[in-house]
């Protein structure tokens, strides 16, 4: 399983692409967990979703760092980036996931049962999205490859 | 079964949890305690959500909707396309 993210952000105008998880023929993987918190001291109405992408972002990508559970694991086969130079990933319309946090202190967190969680299949990919609201905060998100 | 948490103490808003699971035909989020307004049951594949694609009726006409019948459709096109030299390895 692979964590990434957590270094602080915040969304300069939404709605903006967070960070992107991009796949590889004949990979799968899937998401299992996504993660946010808020780091601001006064209230701010946050919104964020996970969507997957109609089209891949072209261009050379602004890689995130992605660790391993395990330090022997191998390394990660997928792309999680926080900006492409060309062209951005088009988002679907419907969400995966989508709801709303207050970044004062708040965070958020969902994670999947056992066999659950959102496939990445192939060359596509899906992004976490701030739709809303511009303070500060960190995002992390997990997933698995077969 | 998933599990959702949303932390809004800071702002008097409390601590909001779900058990979550997923549509069976396109892998969305559908959270239990909303599973009766947003939620409906296919006989062939399980909890699915409200969206007119994901509708039970449509699901055997033309075959399963579950998603992993698509995931699997999909691995075997890339399996194919490496096969024949269409796709890099």
């Not at chain 1, 601001?40 to 946050?46: D, I, P, S, Y």
């Not at chain 1, 319309?93 to 967190?109: C, D, E, I, K, Y």
């Not at chain 2, 909303?34 to 959500?49: F, M």
């Amino acid at each position: 399983m692979f964590p990434a993210g957590g270094a602080t952000y915040s969304p300069a105008a939404p709605p903006v692409m967070i960070i992107d998880l991009e796949g590889v023929a004949g990979k799968v993987a899937r998401i299992v967990e996504v993660n946010g918190g808020g780091e601001v001291t006064a209230t701010g109405a946050m919104t964020t979703r996970l969507a997957r992408d109609t089209a891949v972002g072209t261009g050379a990508r602004t890689a995130v760092s992605i660790a391993k559970d395990y330090s022997n694991d191998p390394t990660s086969d997928f792309f999680l980036s926080s900006a492409y130079a060309t062209t951005a990933p088009t988002v679907d319309t419907p969400s995966l996931l989508g709801f709303g946090w207050n970044a004062h202190g708040g965070g958020f967190r969902w994670k999947a049962g056992p066999d659950e969680g959102f496939f990445i299949v192939g060359a596509i990919s899906a992004q976490m999205r701030a739709d809303a609201g511009t303070s500060q905060s960190r995002y992390g998100i997990r997933w698995r490859e077969y | 079964m998933g599990y959702l948490v949303i932390d809004d103490r800071a702002q008097a808003g409390g601590v909001r949890e779900w058990d979550t699971v997923h549509c069976r035909h396109c892998e969305a989020l559908i959270l239990v305690t909303r599973y009766r307004r947003e939620g409906a049951y296919c006989l062939k594949c399980g909890p699915v959500c409200q969206r007119p694609e994901c509708s039970p009726e449509r699901c055997g006409r033309g075959g399963s909707l579950h998603f992993m019948r698509r995931v699997g459709e999909q691995l075997r096109r890339d399996a194919f396309a490496r096969a024949a030299g269409l796709a890099e390895r």
